[in-house]
């Protein structure tokens, strides 16, 4: 079944307390999208993969990917917020490797602050519809956050590369309104729909380089 996804007015988006100067938004960002794209909760929690398990404690990230946990690290340094990186065995008939992120006990609340701020921060930049020039640092400061919401997304939940489309599976409605204004802002139409208790967030193949070029993710 698909479904339209109305984008809420810039007016209703809920501003920061405090504001991420433009050099940590886009990582913050990202980092948040990342987070959400693999939890139920905001803050860490149950895997999309695996929505009987437990929840996790907040600030503790679990991967079936190792490549969206090692991204995950890159962007706490570049924030310089202290985190682990632990690794165990998972599964019962096909076992993998489960890659967790965790930010120790006295540092939770600032990576909280900081991803909570940047989420909000970044998420009303880019359903924004005020006017701005294609040359004005609010527009080139949507594209990067568009961008890394994308990169983010695709690390975390996978990409589906089919002959005609590229999609993206999550689960938080909010974080499906920004994919898709996203790649309205990357150049791209997406459309969603709902299957299986997700939104299917996907970018007709002609301009899917489009989404991958904002993300700086190579084909």
Same mark, same amino acid.
């Given at each position: 079944m698909r479904s339209t996804l109305e984008l809420p007015p810039a007016d209703t988006a809920c501003e920061p307390v405090v504001r991420l100067d433009r050099s940590r938004l886009a990582d913050a960002f990202e980092l948040a999208c990342l987070v959400r794209a693999t939890s139920l909760t905001p803050d860490g929690g149950v $895997?999309? *993969?695996h929505p009987r398990r437990p929840a996790t404690p907040a600030g503790t990230v679990e991967f079936s990917a190792e490549h969206a946990a090692r991204r995950m690290g890159q962007l706490m340094r570049a924030l310089e917020l202290p985190y682990a990186h632990e690794t165990?065995?998972?599964g019962l008939r096909r076992r993998y490797l489960l890659h967790r992120v965790s930010v120790p006990g006295e540092h939770r609340a600032a990576y909280l602050e900081i991803s909570g701020g940047?989420? $909000?921060? *970044?998420r009303a930049s880019v359903l924004s519809t005020a006017p701005v020039?294609?040359?004005a640092p609010a527009h080139a400061e949507r594209l990067r956050?568009?961008?890394s919401a994308w990169r983010g997304v695709l690390l975390a939940a996978g990409r589906h590369m089919r002959k005609h489309i590229l999609g993206v599976r999550v689960i938080d409605q909010d974080l499906a309104a920004i994919l898709v204004r996203g790649a309205h802002l990357l150049g791209a139409q997406a459309a969603l729909s709902r299957q299986a208790g997700s939104l299917?967030?996907?970018v007709p193949a002609p301009?899917?380089?489009?989404?991958l070029h904002?993300?700086?993710i190579l084909h």
């Open positions: $895997r999309v *993969g165990a065995e998972a940047a989420w $909000r921060q *970044g020039g294609g040359s956050l568009a961008g299917l967030v996907s301009s899917a380089h489009r989404v904002g993300a700086g």
